[in-house]
Nanobody
């Protein structure tokens, strides 16, 4: 069973920064599309950012210009650099890996809490 391991969440003041990491051992990482989703209390899970196996990136409008997703295929790791954080960024952040060809083959991380508060 593939397990995605997330780290880097925590409590930060508005305007601060955090970097999330997600390591995906046991998969051929380079052919997986990687993404970060987030779920705020009482809301549906939503896509925050994604990085395809081919290197394309995409961001939710709400995080454009503040968040940067990147991946290191040699380390089987995807990152989410979050700058200029706002209270509305408070959520559980989930890592997601989806095979670029066989989309029924996907995995979720356990989630990491990000709280933006003064």
């Amino acid at each position: 069973q593939v397990q995605l391991v997330e780290s880097g969440g925590g409590l930060v003041q508005p305007g601060g920064s955090l970097r999330l990491s997600c390591t995906a051992p046991g998969i051929m990482f380079s052919i997986y599309d990687m993404a970060w989703y987030r779920q705020a209390p009482g809301k549906q899970r939503e896509l925050a950012a994604e990085a395809s196996s081919g290197g394309r990136t995409n961001y939710a409008d709400s995080v454009k210009g503040r968040f940067t997703i990147s991946r290191d295929n040699a380390k089987n790791t995807v990152y989410l650099q979050m700058n200029s954080l706002k209270p509305e960024d408070t959520a559980v952040y989930y890592c997601h890996a989806e095979h670029s060809l066989f989309t029924s083959r996907f995995y979720w991380g356990q989630g990491t809490q990000v709280t933006v508060s003064s």
